[in-house]
């Protein structure tokens, strides 16, 4: 299983951008898929997740500006970024916790992190 994520680039203040990750590979179902995001010096932190039923949450500091997402038909996850602020700039990282075929249990995945860079 593989998680492929997209959609980063530099935006300037105000402006928006939607971020994509995919999930590949022998998948039975998938649960909780997220976004986290992790700027230089700072930990990890959770921006916003949504269960399989399509129960979203999101951190305090996006709400009302960001909203995730998901097409279970294509194991999709999206995020899509309005009113970006240049505290928004990080790598962001596409979660989802997978069941692959023929396993009995959910395994965290993780995509490769996509830069988001909001500058004048």
């Known amino acids: 299983v593989q998680l492929q994520a997209s959609g980063g680039g530099l935006v300037q203040p105000g402006g928006s951008l939607r971020l994509s990750c995919a999930a590949s590979g022998s998948i039975l179902s998938i649960d909780a898929m997220a976004w986290y995001r992790q700027a230089p010096g700072n930990q990890r932190e959770s921006v916003a997740s949504v269960s399989s039923g399509g129960t979203t949450s999101y951190a305090d500091s996006v709400k009302g500006r960001f909203t995730i997402s998901r097409d279970n038909a294509r194991n999709t996850v999206y995020l899509e970024m309005n009113s970006l602020k240049p505290e928004d700039t990080a790598v962001y990282y596409c979660?989802?916790?997978?069941?692959?075929?023929?396993?009995?249990?959910?395994?965290?995945?993780w995509g490769q992190g996509t830069q988001v860079t909001v500058s004048s």
């Open positions: 979660y989802a916790r997978v069941r692959p075929s023929g396993v009995l249990y959910y395994i965290t995945y």
